[in-house]
């Protein structure tokens, strides 16, 4: 019964989702880009950081303030100034215009491919870099394989399986395995949202995360393989702005430096707010200093990459420099990430949700089977 309440509140507030976002369509053809048109968008933005409120699991709750509070509203305050991906196409239809507002989906570009002399002229000025410092000349990772993604939904139905007998586990490798149910739990649900865009609208995607266990540095993790949509959507609004101003005080060569600090510090920020929905506790800073001190080591990183630019032969192998940072990233993940996770008992809670869903089919066949035997039972 407690399931079932869940889903209506779910269904009442993706309703009030779709309703808001018709109401930011419509005003959004007539109400000019600036200060009027955040004017109206502002009680959407304090409706969308509410409704999360009303979902109490991990999956449908977690998703929606991730979906919503974050990168919708993100969304919308880039559409309030006339930028971003709602006003990349002035005819956008109400249907695209929903599903790039509430999903964690970027449509796939095909750019002109750009001349090697251009590349190298990038590359060597530090200019047209992304929000972690990488240079935009790097195409995007290209869309994996229905098998890719079966192979990782039946590691997460593994790793869900051996949960029943972590109390003969050693604690560090329940933690590990935490680390790849993340990975895996969130890949499967950004997937299922590109499919759902892909099957009502026929829009191609680009992938939202590309194998991050196979990251060579902080900056290929946070930039190129980690969660890309929200490495998208932290550009325009956080990002770029902070490098612009920067750049009339450390110059542009510097200027990332200080807009890296700021988009992480942002990114703490809001990912405070999803833990504060998830267990409606009182903060305690750890995913804070997570961010913060990532923040910190990739502007190290990023400095260190440019003040040695010039002496390419010091260079750290990739054999060297890829587990350091997988042990880096898994290391910080277990000291900092994990207990406010663990401290709500989110691992509790997603197991009994997938009991609950299991049970929930497991009684649907059930109906089904008995139905279709009485049928047969009065046919006879």
């Known amino acids: 019964m407690e399931m079932e309440g869940e889903i209506g509140n779910f269904i009442k507030v993706w309703l009030s989702v779709f309703l808001s976002l018709f109401y930011c369509y419509a005003f959004g053809k007539f109400v000019p880009k600036g200060f009027p048109r955040l004017l109206l968008i502002i009680p959407v933005v304090a409706l969308f950081l509410d409704l999360p409120l009303h979902l109490s699991t991990i999956h ?3 998703t929606t303030a991730f979906f919503i509070s974050w990168l919708a509203n993100f969304k919308l305050l880039l559409f309030a100034f006339g930028k971003g991906p709602l006003c990349s196409d002035p005819s956008i239809s109400l249907p695209r215009f929903v599903a790039v507002a509430c999903l964690p989906i970027k449509i796939q570009q095909n750019p002109p491919p750009k ?32 098998l890719n993604y079966a192979l990782k939904g039946l590691l997460l139905a593994l790793l869900i399986k051996v949960y029943d007998y972590k109390e003969h586990l050693h604690p560090n490798l329940i933690w590990v395995m935490y680390c790849f149910h993340i990975y895996f739990a969130l890949e499967i649900i950004l997937l299922m949202a590109a499919a759902l865009a892909r099957a009502l609208l026929g829009l191609e995607l680009e992938p939202q995360f590309n194998e991050p266990y196979l990251s060579s540095s902080l900056q290929d993790f946070w930039g190129r393989r980690w969660n890309i949509m929200v490495t998208t959507i932290l550009r325009p609004t956080v990002y770029e702005p902070v490098v612009a101003l920067s750049t009339r005080v450390v ?64 260079q750290v192998p990739r054999l060297v420099s890829g587990p350091l940072t997988v042990a880096f990233v898994t290391g910080t993940v277990f000291w900092l990430f994990f207990p406010p996770l663990l401290r709500c008992n989110a691992d509790v809670r997603a197991l009994g949700e997938y009991a609950a869903v299991g049970a929930f089919f497991k009684n649907v066949g059930r109906a089904f089977a008995s139905r279709a035997m009485n049928t047969r039972r009065s046919n006879w």
């Open 60 to 62: 449908l709750g977690g």
């Open 251 to 314: 110059g542009r060569r510097w200027a990332p430096l200080p807009a890296v600090m700021g988009t992480f510090i942002v990114s703490a920020i809001m990912h405070e707010l999803i833990f504060y929905y998830l267990g409606r506790l009182p903060p305690t800073w750890e995913i804070s200093w997570f961010f913060l001190l990532h923040g910190l080591c990739l502007v190290v990183e990023i400095a260190v990459k440019k003040a040695i630019a010039k002496r390419k032969k010091f």
């Open 115 to 146: 001349t090697p002399q251009f590349q190298t002229s990038n590359h060597q000025n530090g200019h047209n870099s992304n929000t972690y410092g990488h240079a935009t000349t790097k195409q995007n990772p290209a869309p994996k394989s229905p």
